[in-house]
C-alpha cells in the first residue's frame, strides 16, 4: 500500500504543482479580469458537468465489476462502460453548451463564440473516455500512470497560456485548443496500456462463452455525485451574477493552496484506501480510520504552514494581497478536508447501499444553501460556512450507515 500511494503521490504531486504553475502564469499574464473569470469558469463547467453526466456512470462501479469477473470479461465490461461513458458525454456537452447560452442570456458579461461551444462539446465527450482507460488502468495498480493526466494537461495549458500571451490575444477558443489536445494525449496515453483485446471479435467470443455481469445503473448514486461535484459550479455561477468582474478569480485564489492539498489527497491516496476497502470489505474501518488520519495530518500542517506564512506567500504566488481575508482562508481550509472526506463517503456509497440516503441529505443541504445565501446574505463567508455544512452532513450519514447501522451488504461479505 505505501509504494501504491508513493507512486500516486509523485504522479499527482507532479501534475498539481504543474497546474499551480499554469495558473499562476494565467493570473500574471491576465491579472483578475473577466477573461481569466471566463476561463475558470469554463475549465470548471466542462469538469462539472463531467463529474454530473459520466463521472458517476463510469466509477460508481467499474473497478468493483472488474474485481469480482475474470479476466476474460474485462474487455465486455470496459466495452459497455466506453459505449454509457460516450451517451452521457454526448448529453453532457449538449447540456454545457445550453447552459452557456442561459448564462449569456442574464447578461454576465461571459460571451461565448460557436467556435467555443463546439470545442467545449467535443471536449466533455472525450473526458468520459479518458477516465475509462485511466480507471483501468489504476485497476491494474498502474498508479503512476492513472494519475499522470493532470501533469500532461496542465503541461500542454501552459503552452496554450503562453502562445495567447504572446499572441496578445483574449480567444477562449485558443485555450480550448490547447486542452483539446492535452485529452487526446492522455486518453492516447492511457488507451495505449489497456492490456486486453477491445475489438468485436473478442466481445462476440466471450458473449458466446459466458454471461458477462454490467455495471447496474444506481440513479440515486449518479444523484449523489452530481450534487456534490456541482458544489464548486453552483458557487462560481453565484459569484458571475451577483457580483462584479475578477471575484471568481479572487474566490479561485483564496482556493487553490488548500485545493492542491485536496486534489493530492483525492488523486494519490483515495484511490490505494478504496480499492484496498474493495478488495478486503472486512478491513473497512481499519483503512478508512487510515486514510482518515492520514487526511486530518495534511490538512493540519498546511494549516499551520499558511497561518505562518500566508502573507508572503499569496504575494509572491498570485500578487495577492490576502489581508481581509484570513477569516474565509481559514474556512476555505475546513472546507477543503471535509470535501476530501466526505468525497470518499459518496464513493463508498455505491457500493455499501446507501447513496439513496445520501442523495436526500445533499439535495437538502443544496436547498438550504440556496435559501440563505438568496435571502440572507450573499458573501463568500456564506457561500463556505453553506458548503462546509454540506460536507459535514454527507460525512455524517455516511458514517452512520458505515459503522453504526450495520449494512446487510456488509454483514453478507463478512458471513
Known amino acids: 500500500m505505501i509504494k501504491s500511494i508513493a507512486s500516486l503521490f509523485t504522479s499527482s504531486l507532479i501534475g498539481r504543482i504543474i497546474g499551480f504553475f499554469r495558473f499562476q502564469l494565467l493570473v500574471f499574464f491576465f491579472s483578475q479580469t473577466q477573461f481569466t473569470d471566463k476561463i475558470i469558469y ?13 463521472i458517476p456512470n463510469v466509477n460508481k462501479s467499474l473497478i468493483a ?3 469480482s469477473s475474470t479476466k476474460h470479461n474485462y474487455s465486455s465490461i470496459i466495452r459497455y462502460t466506453s459505449k454509457v461513458a460516450l451517451r452521457s458525454g454526448v448529453f ?28 467545449i462539446f467535443i471536449i466533455v465527450i472525450c473526458l468520459g473516455q479518458n477516465e475509462v482507460f485511466s480507471l483501468y488502468n489504476q485497476f491494474r495498480k498502474r498508479f503512476f500512470l492513472y494519475a499522470l493526466n493532470p501533469a500532461v494537461w496542465n503541461s500542454v495549458l501552459i503552452g496554450g497560456i503562453l502562445t495567447m500571451w504572446l499572441l496578445a490575444s483574449t480567444d477562449l477558443y485558443i485555450y480550448l485548443i490547447f486542452l483539446l489536445i492535452a485529452i487526446l494525449l492522455t486518453l492516447f496515453m492511457q488507451y495505449n496500456k489497456v492490456d486486453v483485446l477491445l475489438g468485436k471479435q473478442s466481445l462476440v467470443k466471450i458473449r458466446e462463452t459466458e454471461k458477462v455481469k454490467l455495471p447496474a445503473k444506481n440513479y440515486w448514486y449518479n444523484g449523489v455525485v452530481i450534487l456534490f461535484m456541482g458544489t464548486t459550479f453552483l458557487d462560481l455561477n453565484f459569484i458571475t451574477v ?7 478569480t479572487v474566490y479561485t485564489i483564496l482556493l487553490k493552496i488548500p485545493e492542491l492539498m485536496l486534489s493530492i489527497i483525492n488523486g494519490s491516496v483515495q484511490p490505494v484506501f478504496f480499492n484496498s476497502i474493495m478488495d478486503n470489505q472486512g478491513r473497512l474501518k481499519n483503512n478508512f480510520s487510515r486514510f482518515l488520519l492520514l487526511s ?8 499551520l504552514f499558511l497561518f505562518v506564512f500566508k502573507y508572503q506567500l499569496y504575494q509572491y504566488l498570485f500578487n495577492f494581497q490576502i489581508a481581509g481575508f484570513e477569516s474565509s482562508l ?80 456488509i454483514l453478507n461479505i463478512l458471513d
Open 330 to 409: 481559514l474556512l476555505v481550509l475546513i472546507m477543503a478536508f471535509f470535501a476530501s472526506f466526505s468525497y470518499m463517503i459518496v464513493r463508498l456509497s455505491e457500493e455499501f447501499k446507501y447513496s439513496k440516503s445520501l442523495f436526500f441529505v445533499a439535495l437538502i443541504m443544496i436547498v438550504i444553501k440556496i435559501f440563505m445565501i438568496v435571502t440572507f446574505d450573499f458573501s463568500l463567508n456564506m457561500i463556505i460556512y453553506t458548503n462546509i455544512a454540506t460536507y459535514v452532513c454527507i460525512t455524517l450519514i455516511g458514517l452512520y450507515f458505515l459503522f453504526i447501522r450495520k449494512n446487510t451488504h
Open 296 to 303: 486530518l495530518v495534511a490538512f493540519t500542517l498546511m494549516g
Open 42 to 54: 469554463t475549465t470548471t463547467l466542462i469538469w462539472t458537468l463531467n463529474n454530473f453526466f459520466v
Open 65 to 67: 465489476d472488474l474485481s
Open 242 to 248: 451577483f457580483s462584479v468582474a475578477g471575484i471568481v
Open 92 to 119: 453532457a456537452g449538449i447540456i454545457s453548451v445550453l447552459i452557456i447560452l442561459f448564462l449569456q442570456m442574464t447578461g454576465s458579461g461571459l460571451n461565448f463564440k460557436p467556435l467555443d461551444l463546439i470545442l
